[in-house]
């Protein structure tokens, strides 16, 4: 079993700055999956943000790009999200999450199918 847990959400003014935490725990070691943050919003899908893969290589949803950084610690299996200049409709419930397998490609590409361990996420708050 395997279990996310994030933090670091609050309530910011448009153009503030958050930081988010994802911590994994469990027996299954992370190895070389993909790891990565969605956004969700009521009534909507999760939309992907932004993923790592064990080597660095990221991937930025192309609305968030120069603004959200990435990051992972294998040691401490534990992923991070900085995100800067945040806008009013960025605001959401944020989950991290973990792929079910390595990646064929070395590329975590940002889509639903490919996670399968979640979070229960962390709410982001953006008032204009």
């Known amino acids: 079993q395997e279990q996310l847990v994030e933090s670091g959400g609050a309530s910011v003014q448009a153009g503030g700055s958050l930081s988010l935490s994802c911590i994994k725990s469990g027996v299954t070691p992370t190895g070389r999956r993909c790891m990565a943050w969605f956004r969700q919003v009521p009534g909507k899908q999760r939309e992907g943000v932004a993923s790592i893969a064990t080597d660095g290589r990221t991937t930025y949803a192309n609305s968030v790009k120069v603004r959200v950084t990435i990051s992972r610690d294998s040691t401490k299996d534990t992923l991070y999200m900085q995100m800067t200049n945040l806008k009013p409709d960025e605001a959401g419930m944020y989950s991290c999450?973990?792929?079910?397998?390595?990646?064929?490609?070395?590329?975590?590409?940002?889509?639903?199918?490919?996670?399968?361990?979640w979070g229960q996420g962390t709410q982001v708050t953006v008032s204009s």
């Open positions: 999450a973990v792929a079910v397998a390595p990646s064929d490609s070395g590329i975590c590409y940002l889509e639903r199918r490919f996670f399968g361990v």
